[in-house]
């Protein structure tokens, strides 16, 4: 059983920014993706972002595109979320997931998904 363990939240003025980081309890398979999912109170998980661990390509939601970078420590089994130009529309929840032979076509689907993290609040001010 893989554990997902993320850090980095807080607070954060509008057009600031943030880092969140997830550890996986153990390495990762060459065939896995890593992805990041938001919520909102009352709301399904939104994603946010993906990368593909053997090749590196990411995907992006489109509300956070420009905006956000992830990127992946193979060697630590990390993957980290670069959040800049914060807007109080990113006040979430943010959630790490860990999926297995993911394809493009539904790499946004939180299904596709087998471990999750605890999740981070993030909360921007305006």
């Known amino acids: 059983q893989v554990q997902l363990v993320e850090s980095g939240g807080g607070l954060v003025q509008a057009g600031g920014s943030l880092r969140l980081s997830c550890v996986a309890s153990e390495r990762t398979s060459s065939t896995s993706t890593l992805g990041w999912f938001r919520q909102y109170p009352g709301k399904e998980r939104e994603f946010v972002a993906a990368i593909f661990r053997n090749t590196g390509r990411t995907y992006y939601g489109d509300t956070v595109k420009g905006r956000f970078t992830i990127s992946r420590d193979n060697a630590k089994s990390t993957v980290i979320l670069q959040m800049n130009s914060l807007k109080p529309e990113d006040t979430a929840v943010y959630y790490c997931?860990?999926?297995?032979?993911?394809?493009?076509?539904?790499?946004?689907?939180?299904?596709?998904?087998?471990?999750w993290g605890q999740g981070t609040q993030v909360t921007v001010s305006s």
């Open positions: 997931a860990l999926g297995q032979r993911l394809i493009m076509s539904t790499i946004h689907l939180p299904t596709q998904y087998d471990y």
